[in-house]
């Protein structure tokens, strides 16, 4: 089982920054596949940025440039870096696990992020 707590949403003014973090617990292997994921009201999720299990690291087209992800294996987490905010932008954001040997997918309970001036 794995266990996901993402933290460092907020309210931020377009053009400002916030960096995401999600903390896993439980086994997670450097090459599970890890990332984010985001949900605006009345849309579907869409994935953001993430690790895939070959090592290689994914951006949707409308964060390339402006959102970074990162991870720290020693410590079981992921970030997201996220830069030149815009309104559309927000929506709750969802860290997710994906185990490379069972493929189970594990979600965090997503955090915030408002993108308002």
């Known amino acids: 089982q794995v266990q996901l707590v993402e933290s460092g949403g907020g309210l931020v003014q377009p053009g400002g920054s916030l960096r995401l973090s999600c903390v896993g617990s439980?086994?997670?292997?450097?090459?599970?596949?890890m990332g984010w994921s985001r949900q605006a009201p009345g849309k579907e999720r869409e994935l953001v940025a993430s690790?895939?299990?070959?090592?290689?690291?994914n951006y949707a087209d409308s964060v390339k440039g402006r959102f970074t992800i990162s991870r720290d294996n020693a410590k079981n987490t992921v970030y997201l870096q996220m830069n030149s905010l815009k309104p559309e932008d927000t929506a709750v954001y969802y860290c997710?696990?994906?185990?490379?040997?069972?493929?189970?997918?594990?979600w965090g309970q997503g955090t915030q992020v408002t993108v308002s001036s």
């Open positions: 997710n696990v994906e185990k490379f040997y069972t493929r189970d997918k594990y």
């Open positions: 439980g086994r997670i292997l450097r090459f599970d596949a």
């Open positions: 690790f895939t299990r070959s090592g290689t690291i």
